[in-house]
Antibody, heavy 119, light 113 residues
Framework: QVQLVQSGSELKKPGASVKLSCKASGYSFTTSAINWVRQAPGQGLEWMGWINTNTGNPTYAQGFTGRFVFSLDTSVTTAYLQIGSLKTEDTAVYYC????????????WGQGTLVTVSS | DFVVTQSPDSLAVSLGERATINCKSSQSVLYSSNNKNYLSWYQQKPGQPPKLLIYWASTRESGVPDRFSGSGSETDFTLTISSLQAEDVAVYYCHQYFTTPRTFGQGTKVEIK
């Protein structure tokens, strides 16, 4: 079955960087986009962007340019989200989600990775 | 950016009764060339990732109970739970994918009265 397994929780200091992983299994990795969604504590969902797993081309939402980088390692069917120069407001759960079919709808989600940024 | 606004922010419904959630987008999400509304609905239970319920405004995802239905077009949409069950307690989000950046509504919390 389709499964996305994300890396474990992270505790970082402001200014540090972090790289989260999203390991996909149960389907052909390069046939479905990977989207990233952020959820701050007690808040709603925020779409960060997506990466084309066939070409590696990323698309970032406004507010997620510069410090945020989507990448892939297709040899291990894994997508990555790297966040640089962490700020306290980056504290959130980060989800990866597979875009089904044409990529618009997210039919399988990782369990989420909690990133806590605190001095 | 497209803004999608849900109403109400929360609602409490008795078991077996109907729950209705509204979603309004700031611009039409109907793509004229294929007559599809680029809007979906997700359910998120506490401590869990979201789950896709409805896409193209009214197409139920495989495995989703038929008490969940979506309707509407262009800028106004509705998610209906025809007979609320205890396991439906969750936050529900609408999501437009007509344009980038894709955006979610703020969420509607559904509880049991």
């Amino acid at each position: 079955q389709v499964q996305l397994v994300q890396s474990g929780s992270e505790l970082k200091k402001p200014g540090a960087s972090v790289k989260l992983s999203c390991k996909a299994s149960g389907y052909s990795f390069t046939t479905s986009a990977i989207n990233w969604v952020r959820q701050a504590p007690g808040q709603g969902l925020e779409w960060m962007g997506w990466i084309n797993t066939n070409t590696g081309n990323p698309t970032y939402a406004q507010g997620f340019t510069g410090r945020f980088v989507f990448s892939l390692d297709t040899s291990v069917t894994t997508a990555y989200l790297q966040i640089g120069s962490l700020k306290t407001e980056d504290t959130a759960v980060y989800y990866c989600a597979r875009g089904k079919g044409d990529g618009y709808n997210y039919d399988s989600w990782g369990q989420g990775t909690l990133v806590t940024v605190s001095s | 950016d497209f803004v999608v606004t849900q109403s109400p922010d929360s609602l409490a419904v008795s078991l077996g009764e109907r729950a209705t959630i509204n979603c309004k987008s700031s611009q039409s999400v109907l793509y004229s060339s294929n007559n599809k509304n680029y809007l979906s609905w997700y359910q998120q239970k506490p401590g869990q990732p979201p789950k896709l319920l409805i896409y193209w405004a009214s197409t139920r995802e495989s495995g989703v109970p038929d008490r969940f239905s979506g309707s509407g077009s262009e800028t106004d949409f509705t998610l209906t739970i025809s007979s609320l069950q205890a396991e439906d307690v969750a936050v529900y989000y609408c999501h437009q994918y007509f344009t980038t950046p894709r955006t979610f509504g703020q969420g509607t919390k559904v509880e049991i009265k």
